[in-house]
T-cell receptor, first 113, second 115 residues
């Protein structure tokens, strides 16, 4: 079983559309994250949830809205997609007591045309 | 604020040669430091981590890193490069240990291994 899974793996869409990316973990970890990797491979934190509570929201446009229906899932919804949203989005999880080690999903490559 | 700088966006070595990837950090508190590897079209995999125990940290695939507080460095090394080591490598620092756990990444270093 995959520890951290993301769907879809690839997402191609038109500007202005609304799309969602889903993340599921079976590690039983309390904290989940969304990171964005841009075309230059730079990774930046976007959001974090701990036990379904938002704990990090890093200067991300309001068009991005994370939702955590339960401890095992953290979804990312993006409204009115723009060209600049094209990137790879990674979900990650962390067990709070394990020296902040994070486990990453395989990524979702979003392409906005 | 914490930050990470990886010196050299691209490193090329011959198979069997020493691998040295440089990472310097800035942190106002004792840091937790990590090296992650990303193979093409895959997620990030933890290579090793420093958590204030031993300053020389051994990781997977023969990699190790040494924490040097005086130099604020955490360079990654491997004695003998293998073709399968070709990948993107990221150094990262964590915010206050036990807090949000947010990782702050360096810019990444692409390791090329030539036959």
């Amino acid at each position: 079983d995959t520890a951290v899974s993301q769907t879809p793996k690839y997402l191609v869409t038109q500007m202005g559309n609304d799309k969602s990316i889903k993340c599921e973990q079976n590690l039983g970890h309390d904290t989940m994250y969304w990171y964005k990797q841009d075309s230059k491979k730079f990774l930046k934190i976007m959001f974090s949830y701990n036990n379904k509570e938002l704990i990090i929201n890093e200067t991300v446009p309001n068009r991005f809205s994370p939702k955590s229906p339960d401890k095992a899932h953290l979804n990312l919804h993006i409204n009115s997609l723009e060209l600049g949203d094209s990137a790879v989005y990674f979900c990650a999880t962390m067990e709070g007591t394990n020296y902040n080690e994070q486990f990453f999903g395989p990524g979702t490559r979003l392409t906005v045309l | 604020a914490q930050s990470v700088t990886q010196l050299g966006s691209h490193v090329s070595v011959s198979e069997g040669a020493l691998v040295l990837l440089r990472c310097n950090y800035s942190s106002s508190v004792p840091p937790y430091l990590f090296w992650y590897v990303q193979y093409p079209n895959q997620g990030l995999q933890l290579l090793l981590k420093y958590t204030s125990a031993a300053t020389l940290v051994k990781g997977i695939n023969g990699f190790e890193a040494e924490f040097k507080k005086s130099e604020t460095s955490f360079h990654l090394t491997k004695p003998s490069a293998h073709m399968s080591d070709a990948a993107e490598y990221f150094c990262a620092v964590s915010d206050t240990p036990g807090n949000t756990g947010k990782l702050i990444f360096g810019q990444g270093t692409t390791l090329q291994v030539k036959p």
